[in-house]
Every structure is written in C-alpha cells, then in structure tokens.
C-alpha cells in the first residue's frame, strides 16, 4: 500500500436506521477509493415520534462521539429528519467537519413536473418541518404541494427490506393520500422525502392508480459528497472501513444479514 492509502479518511454515512443504505450504495459507485462507515441510531429509531429538542440534542452527543472515534473525511446526513431537524446543529457545533445533508427534493420535482400536483411523502417529522415549507416557498410557488406524513411506511420499509411481507392494504394504507385528481390533471410526482422509502419503490409503482414519478434523492447526495471528496486517483481502496456501527449495539440476525450484502460487516 501507499503512504496515500493510509492517509485516506473514511465517509460516514448516517441514517435513524437502515434507510440510508439507499444512499451508501451510490456513493460508492461514485467513491470506490473511499472506505465507509455506515451509523444506524436504531436505539433512537423511528425519529418520528421524538421530542424535537430532545432529538436534537441526541444527535449533536452522538455525533461528538462519532467524529471523535472515527475523523471521517466528510459526514452524510441521509436522514431528512435529522438534517432538517439538526443539520444547521451540526455544523454550527462542528465547524471543521463537512456535512452533506437529505433534504426532501422539492426543487427538482417543481422542476419537473407537468401537471404541477407534486406530492411529498415524508415522516411527520420531516412533514411539519419549518425547513420543508420553505423548500416548497422557495422552489415551488407554481405548484400544488401536497405533504403525505406517515406515521408507519419507514418502519414497514425496515421490516421489508429484511425479509418481512406487507400486505397492499397497509402499504396502500400509507401512500394512497399521494394521488390527487384536480381540474382534470393528476399528480405525476412523489419524493420520496425519506431514505427508508426507495426500497419500498417497486411495491409502490405496481400499488399507484396511474403511473408517477417516485422521486429517489440518493443519487443527487452521493454526487454533492463526490464533489466535496477530495479525488486520489492511485489510491487502494482500504480495508479496514467498510463496517457499520449500531448504537443499540445489538442488531439482529437478519440486519447483519443484510449488512453483509452490502458488504459491510458490523462492529
């Protein structure tokens, strides 16, 4: 290995549980000389039904500790709750640490959208955030907003993604306050303002009364960390990163399964 290689700081990404996976898996397609550290706070997980002062405060100890242990090169916030709960939190307390934050991806879908009925599907958390409004102030004027809390989809997609079948009804249940009919147009996009929820995208295509826009962010997260990342052309991928932290410290078998498919053992 090269001196370079051992100078190499790890990303870390952060999630409330494992939806930021989403958001793992394409930056390191965008990253391959990086190695990574995945956080789950699955003791604090789901975040929706937090205090949000208590919750803010949980985040900024954790993180003191985080960046403590593990100097990351940058840190991914892939948690819309979190970010647009504490990310100015973060960095006011942390100036010296490069945060790349989720926020819920109202401009592109203004942007994009034809028939103007945009929905977003959120946690209530990220739903009632003074952040969100002014995303869609700032971006989206022009459109009919339509903001969807759940209080369940991101604990159903936790569930899903390690194995567990859903049935329509509850997934349904969840989504079915997305679709608006008015004036004769039709809502044609949904962000998905939650990390958990792409890996769920599949069952919402086949459950949508016509055909939408499911609006992934992780691609757009990965490619602003790439661009704050500082490139190493002959560098070695490392090979003492690639893990990922609990802070429950007790993950189950099926999580650590999955872990494993993304390459990531866990300490």
């Given at each position: ?12 990404v952060?999630?409330s549980?494992?939806g ?43 993180f003191?500790r ?5 100097d ?55 739903v ?34 390690r ?14 306050q ?6 004769g147009?039709?809502?044609d996009i949904?962000?998905?303002?939650c ?36 490139e ?8 003492n ?27």
């Amino acid at each position: 290995m090269t001196a370079a290689t051992h100078e190499l700081k790890p990303v870390l990404v952060f999630d409330s549980g494992i939806g930021g996976l989403t958001v793992l898996r394409e930056a390191r397609v965008l990253m391959p000389e990086r190695g990574f550290i995945y956080v789950a706070d699955d003791a604090g997980f789901p975040y929706g039904g937090w205090e949000e002062q208590a919750l803010k405060e949980r985040i900024i100890d954790l993180f003191a500790r985080l960046l403590r242990e593990h100097d990351p090169e940058v840190c991914i916030i892939a948690c819309n709750t979190a970010f647009t709960l504490a990310g100015a939190d973060l960095r006011a307390a942390f100036p010296g640490m490069t945060f790349v934050g989720t926020v819920p991806a109202i401009k592109p879908a203004a942007e994009r959208t034809r028939s103007g009925l945009v929905s977003v599907l959120a946690t209530p958390g990220t739903v009632k955030r003074a952040y969100t409004r002014d995303l869609i102030q700032s971006f989206a004027q022009q459109c009919d907003v339509r903001l969807v809390g759940s209080e369940n989809l991101a604990r159903m997609a936790e569930a899903y993604i390690r194995g567990d079948t859903l049935s329509d009804e509850a997934v349904m249940g969840e989504i079915a306050q997305c679709f608006v009919e008015k004036d004769g147009r039709k809502t044609d996009i949904v962000v998905l303002a939650c990390t958990h929820y792409p890996f769920m995208a599949n069952i919402f295509r086949r459950l949508a009364p016509w055909p939408v826009d499911w609006l992934d962010p992780a691609e757009a997260i990965a490619r602003r960390a790439r661009s704050l990342v500082p490139e190493v052309a002959d560098a070695v991928h490392p090979d003492n990163f690639d893990f990922a932290v609990f802070t429950s410290g007790n993950p189950n078998f099926s999580t650590k399964r999955l872990m494993q498919g993304f390459g990531l053992t866990v300490r």
